[in-house]
């Protein structure tokens, strides 16, 4: 009972981990490119996913088998509660750690670390089939950052193309502002003082002090409404797609529990990964939509719209796909393209990616070795 106890904390820490550091992903354009603020944003993206998290019972049962470590590890460990603790502590204290540094990875990647580092600790290398490691989740991993940098870029491209050819322009605007400025006052036997005066400023720009609209229309709709509409639908299903895809992972490590089965396990982690979202997801924000690439709403659009199909198909089809790594892959094409990427903040990022993997199997691990 006791174990139990402690696994189902575990699940839902983790959860809160996830939460925190995935579900900004969605509509961290909104929030970059300044068409909503952050708390909108938030709440947008934290009710689609718990949405997606619902639905996930209906859509994606592939994943509630897979990721409770059949076929990964031996089938009598995935019925083990200590086993599994391991894995949702190891997998959790990984998450919550590149949280607070600000870092967007992968729960699937940190998930996948700690069940080989459960395993691993508890029969060694003949305890993980690695061979399944590899073709079933290995490679869906590395190759969907680098197939979203190519939709990323590819759909912004076309938006691009569609824009010019509906004669669809870019509106500048013009703001206009009270500031202090310090100009020098003359003073008597040629000395002069500085004095603090209110000064009226007014700027016209398209992106930097102010934020870009477009004029025009397009299947009889104003083109700038239409654009901020498909914005927030595009990135909605995102978030939705993440509830979808993510869920099912962490919720199959309830499995073991019959007090839970299939519906309780996925209720509790969407409510888990809400949570976690209201109250941590700030710093991950802030890397996702200001420090990866400048953007404006039409390429925001276009990112978003890569990353719902990718992820959306993954998770009808049951593959592992890293909502983390499409979402930061397809900024990174859009970024490229339009060369306002910022590297120093994409290769920490893609730092952080590289030690996921081992940081979650040590941890894992110790955790097992102290669980026995």
Known sequence: MATTIILFLAVAFLACANGANDNFKGVASLYGSR?????????WGTGCTMAGGMAALFLAQTLLAKFSGKGLVPDEWTASPSFLLAVGAGAG??????????????????????????GWMAAGGAGVNFGVLGTSFMLPLLLSPLLAVATGALVYLG???????????????????????VVPVPQPAGVFAAESVPALTVAAAPTAECRLRYAGRALGLRVGGLVDGLHFLSAGTV???????????????????PAFGAGGA?????????V??????????????????????????????????LVTTASVHGLPVSTTHVSVGSLMGMGVVTRQIQWTPVLRVLLSWLVTLPCAIVLAALTAWAVG
């Open 239 to 257: 978030s939705f797609a993440r509830g979808l895809n993510d869920t099912p992972k962490i919720a199959a490590l309830l499995l073991v529990v």
């Open 266 to 274: 996925l209720v509790l982690v969407a409510v888990a990964i809400a």
């Open 159 to 181: 938006l691009r193309l569609a824009r010019l050819r509906l004669g669809v322009t870019k509106e500048m605007c013009v703001c206009a502002g009270i500031e202090e400025r």
């Open 35 to 43: 068409v909503c603020g952050y708390w909108t944003a938030l709440g």
């Open 276 to 309: 976690g979202a209201l109250l941590q997801a700030r710093r991950v924000a802030e890397t996702m939509s200001h420090k990866i690439t400048g953007m404006n709403p039409g390429q925001g659009l276009a990112a978003n719209l890569s990353t719902a199909l």
């Open 93 to 118: 204290a990984t998450v919550l750690l590149a949280t607070m540094l600000g870092l967007p990875i992968s729960t699937t990647h940190a998930l996948i670390g700690a069940l080989v580092g459960s």
